[in-house]
């Protein structure tokens, strides 16, 4: 099993920055991709940046420019730089993890961005 424990969400205001951080524990060597998702009232779950072991990014349309995603695979963490907020960001914030797919999930931390 797979531990994720997200931190540093918050209220921030419009064009501010928030980064958040994802720490993985247990059996952390069968995990190749973590991303980050999100959850806005009365919206459906959706994958906005990941990341490979080996470093291969990707990510949403509604944040790219705007978020960045890295990993230190020695402390087992991701990070979420999120910049140029904007309130149509305002949401739960997901770490995921897993091998072919999203199999681990952490708590979630909620983002809020006012306008």
């Known amino acids: 099993q797979v531990q994720l424990v997200e931190s540093g969400g918050g209220l921030v205001q419009a064009g501010g920055s928030l980064r958040l951080s994802c720490a993985a524990s247990g059996r952390t060597f069968s995990i190749d991709a973590m991303g980050w998702f999100r959850q806005a009232p009365g919206k459906e779950r959706e994958l906005i940046a990941q990341i490979s072991r080996s470093g291969t990014t990707a990510f949403a349309d509604s944040v790219k420019d705007r978020f960045t995603i890295s990993r230190d695979n020695a402390k087992n963490t991701v990070y979420l730089q999120m910049n140029s907020l904007k309130p149509e960001d305002t949401a739960v914030y997901y770490c995921?993890?897993?091998?072919?797919?999203?199999?681990?999930w952490g708590q979630g931390t909620q983002v809020t961005v006012s306008s």
């Open positions: 995921a993890a897993g091998l072919r797919s999203y199999d681990y």
